[in-house]
Every structure is written in structure tokens, then in C-alpha cells.
């Protein structure tokens, strides 16, 4: 079975970084789309970037785009997302996420390809 587990949120005021990490077993992170997806007490769930297999293109939704930065370490099969100059709209529980392998590399990958999820970190940004 894959497993994911985040790690690394926690409470920020606003302006400050965290960076938070996904280490998967079960699975090669370099051989999947891995992404990262928030969701706020009644709110939708918002994809907010994806690193591809293979080529480490990413990519990112507007709202965080400029602030946040996915990375992976294929040594230690983890992938990271660090999230700079956080606001209080930044505010949800932040899940890591698998999808199979692609080979079009176009924008953000649709949130029905990934098949495998983490249990959620919290992150709290206060004014």
C-alpha cells in the first residue's frame, strides 16, 4: 500500500514561512505526479502545486504562485512544499497527493489522477 505523511505545519503570523513535507512509501516519488492540495473548514478543495515524474517541471495556481515553492529529494523520496510571505487566507489543513506517471506536461494536474492521499498537516497564519 502507498503511504503518505506530512509533516511540518504548525502556527505563523502572517508574513512568515513554513515548509512543509511529504515522505512517501510505497511508491517512487520521481515516477509519479505528486501534489499538494489545502482545504479550509467549508471551503472547496484547492489544488495548489504539482511536481511531474521524470522532468521536475512544476506548477502552481495563481493565488499561490510567487509564494510557494514544491521541491522533491528523490534520495530521500520526499517531496516538499515551502510556503513563504503566508497570509491568514493561507489558513487550511495541507494534503500531500499521488497521481500516475504522465507524459504531457501541461499546468496543474486534475485533482480525479491522483489516486493516493496523506493525512492532512495544519497550517494557521493569524494576523
Known amino acids: 500500500q502507498v503511504q503518505l505523511v506530512e509533516s511540518g505545519g504548525g502556527s505563523v503570523q502572517a508574513g512568515g514561512s513554513l515548509r512543509l513535507s511529504c515522505v512517501a512509501s510505497?511508491?517512487?516519488?520521481?515516477?509519479?505526479?505528486m501534489g499538494w492540495f489545502r482545504q479550509a473548514p467549508g471551503k472547496e478543495r484547492e489544488a495548489v502545486a504539482n511536481i511531474y515524474n521524470g522532468i521536475p517541471y512544476t506548477a502552481y495556481a495563481d493565488s499561490v504562485k510567487g509564494r510557494f515553492t514544491i521541491s522533491r529529494d528523490n534520495a530521500k523520496n520526499t517531496v516538499y512544499l515551502e510556503v513563504n510571505r503566508l497570509n491568514p487566507e493561507d489558513t487550511a489543513m495541507y494534503y500531500c497527493?499521488?497521481?500516475?506517471?504522465?507524459?504531457?506536461?501541461?499546468?496543474?494536474?486534475?485533482?480525479?489522477?491522483?489516486?493516493?492521499w496523506g493525512q492532512g498537516t495544519q497550517v494557521t497564519v493569524s494576523s
Open positions: 510505497g511508491a517512487i516519488v520521481s515516477s509519479r505526479c
Open positions: 497527493a499521488a497521481a500516475p506517471a504522465r507524459r504531457a506536461f501541461s499546468g496543474l494536474v486534475p485533482v480525479n489522477e491522483y489516486n493516493y
